[in-house]
């Protein structure tokens, strides 16, 4: 049995893949103990190529390809086809550092984990080329204890950064519990994260810097539109629908509202900055409301004014933030 399943969606990628899938081969572990599945997500450029002649100097990758459909569809089709008894979804544009994941694994296996998170660190293409890769791990991980996933949910977990690639997944806690990306969103990565999180038995969150997260100008905030605000819409509601399911406690409870709240104030600071979404501000609002007809926050003077504002007024709330912003993009 593979001990790991390396998932990473492909897509037009050429500049970026192999440095990605050589970052894999250096991580102390041997080629029959994991896997590298390479999903090709109809890429134009010569993503393809480059991945088949890479395949044909190891004996652990597998490549799978499919009209375009997106990261989710691709790591869904990942975990599903992976082999290994943790799984570690990668952007095929990223890194990792070396000689990191085998003390994930030893980690992992030690203590029986549903989930265990790294740190990362943004890069730019510049600032890659600068990173001082260490060549020798000492994560000192003994003395790390284990939490339910809950917990690690209140202590470890930041909305503004709620990437899947952070974590490692035991498949089976995967498989058990249904926990698949939303196909054909944006920021899914938060629902999925969240979900897994609050259905974890056993987590810890290591001091292990082993993921360098590639900064693009292009990224999914620099690029915002009205497809990417109603996906937002629907991850709040997927998230605000586990305040009734999950049987959480008063701090999860919170934590959980203060997460939806963040999802939420990037809408509203959208759609009241940015010129070519004010627009649609009626639309995107009133589609919040069918999805979430009782969302309100309370744990604030802010948010409890921001909750009255969309329940009662929030065409004129965003119409004031928009006109007394002097600098809209």
Not at 69 to 84: D, E, L, T
Not at 115 to 121: E, L, V
Not at 250 to 274: C, R
Request: proline share 3%; glycine share 4%; net charge neutral.
């Amino acid at each position: 049995m593979k001990y790991l399943s390396i998932i990473v969606p492909v897509y037009n990628v050429a500049l970026y893949i192999k440095a990605c899938i050589d970052g894999f081969c250096q991580q102390g572990i041997e080629e029959d103990d994991f896997e590298i599945i390479l999903i090709n997500d109809g890429s134009t450029d010569n993503s393809l190529q480059i991945i088949t002649d890479i395949e044909k100097e190891h004996t652990n990758i597998l490549i799978l390809t499919q009209k375009n459909q997106g990261a989710s569809v691709s790591r869904n089709q990942g975990i599903i086809y992976a082999q290994g008894k943790y799984i570690l979804l990668v952007d095929s544009d990223d890194l990792l550092i070396p000689n990191t994941l085998s003390h994930f694994l030893e980690y992992a296996q030690r203590h029986d984990t549903d989930m265990i998170q790294g740190k990362f660190i943004k890069l730019d293409n510049v600032g890659i080329k600068k990173f001082p890769f260490p060549t020798t791990i000492s994560p000192h991980t003994m003395e790390i204890p284990t939490k339910d996933g809950e917990a690690g949910f209140i202590e470890n977990y930041c909305p503004q950064e709620s990437y899947a690639v952070l974590y490692l997944y035991k498949k089976t806690f995967l498989i058990e519990n249904g926990l698949f990306f939303m196909e054909h969103k944006y920021f899914e990565d938060i629902a999925f994260t969240v979900n897994c999180l609050l259905r974890a038995k056993c987590f810890a969150s290591l001091p292990i810097l082993f993921y360098i997260y590639r900064q693009h100008s292009n990224s999914i905030m620099s690029t915002m539109n009205t497809t990417k605000l109603y996906s937002m819409n629907d991850i709040i509601e997927n998230l605000y629908s586990l305040l009734n399911e999950r049987h959480l406690s008063n701090k999860g409870m919170q934590k959980l509202k203060d997460s939806i709240y963040a999802s939420f104030s990037v809408n509203l600071w959208y759609l009241s900055h940015y010129r070519q979404l004010y627009p649609y501000r009626k639309e995107i609002i009133n589609d919040l409301k069918r999805k979430v007809p009782n969302l309100s926050f309370h744990n604030s003077y802010k948010q409890r004014l921001v909750s009255f504002c969309f329940k009662y007024i929030p065409s004129l709330y965003i119409s004031a933030r928009y006109y007394s912003t002097r600098n809209k993009y």
